[in-house]
């Protein structure tokens, strides 16, 4: 058996990003000079961090930084709180010192602004899918609430900015709250529409500085659930934006209240309109860098 002496090390930042008042947030692993790994071990490397999402950062000859994005089970394509914390921390050690820069990833290059202190990562919105009522019914049951928790008038939307996610209009917090998921049929409902995951919400916030408060569950990413997630974010801004007429330039989302612990999230997301249609969307907050974490790849 290879000892731990023997093993190479692996030094990840870990960085709580979309804190709200410099508390709570979502811990992301940072891994910097990432150049050096396979996808393999950057898969093993994800896996033994453990966080719902590890960036890899390597050098680009198209962007300031190439991004890569891994759960503990397999790679995604975008990740908001990575981003951000990704972003925040070059931006403190001194290494990003613009306020506009870019990011390479796997679907090409993205935008990247640091500003008063925070981060904020482009979307760009694609498409949406209506849901059968019969599917419609499926994901509710798997939330174990009924068709009457719905927000009146309102169904689930398959959004899409750049990834997947189904977005869940409900009544009020208090119907938010009361999820009880079932995370193997949320696992085989993504799985049957490619999303990431689910992104319950209400126009009902707990603090009433924001706008929305926001539930997000992705099993099929080993997610059971999230305290702060950028890109669904962008995804239910698009949504309130077409169809819920939130006509506005900033929508400012609740997360991770209702964790069985509490890690409550900030997430700010900034509404590029042009001749009154949404063309881009920058989701983005705060960030603060913890301690580092080291794991041992064979």
Known sequence: MMSIATMAKVSIMVVNAFTYNGQGGNPAGVVLDADQYSHEQKQEIARLAGFAETAFVSRSEVADRKLEFFTPNKQIA????????????????????????????????????????????????????KLSDETVLEIMTSLSLTLDDLKPGFRPMLSNTGVSFVVIPLKNNQVLKSIQTNLDQINQISEQLDIIGFYGFTTDPVDQNHDIATRMFAPRYAIAEESATGMAAGTLSAYLFDYMGFKKEQIIIEQGYFMETPSKSEIIVKLNIVDGKLNKIMAGGSANVGTVKTVHLK
């Open 78 to 129: 975008h990740c908001g709180h990575a981003t951000v914390a990704t972003f925040s921390y070059l931006a403190q050690k001194g290494e990003i010192t613009k306020r506009n820069a870019t990011k390479e990833t796997i679907d090409g290059n993205r935008a990247i602004i640091i500003e008063d202190g925070k981060a904020y990562m482009e979307q760009i919105p694609q498409f949406y899918k």
